[in-house]
């Protein structure tokens, strides 16, 4: 049997994270993302921060992520679902047709420390975190979360 690239949440659990993104303005489904997918990301990460000789490396959009599980997981049709579901509760709109925007930060090195801290304010309704490597000593960063602080807009020319 093949295994699934992401699992279909059931209602329940959709309802849940809903419920968690509208009080908290955060959900969290766990356990989602089998754990050779991740090892298998990991490496390709490893490999492209140690030929950045151990700095900060990024990649943005899909030419960035092709061939990569980012790749595999945005064409996954129960995580395109699920963002699709996630989309609508949290706007009361149909989801419109769209490709994913894909972005991996490497914050390794010097360069990463310099990196780490720049705040974004993300243009997008929905956004996935999907955490790879998480550091073992040292600084591990936080993700710092301020739910409610900008209306959901029809276009991105509307303030």
Known sequence: MVRPVFPVLSDTVLGGIISDMNRRG???ATGCIDPEDLA????FIERKVADAGGEYVVFSGRDDTRGTFMETL???????ATCRKLYEAGTGRVAPESTFYQVLRCLSGRSGARHAFL?????????????????TEGQKGDLIM???MRRIRKTYIAI
């Open 26 to 28: 955060y959900g969290v």
């Open 40 to 43: 298998l990301l990991r490496g």
């Open 74 to 80: 945005a064409n996954a049709p129960a995580f395109q």
């Open 119 to 135: 705040f974004h304010y993300d243009s997008f309704v929905l956004t996935a975190l999907m955490p790879v490597i998480m550091p």
């Open 146 to 148: 301020l739910p409610g």
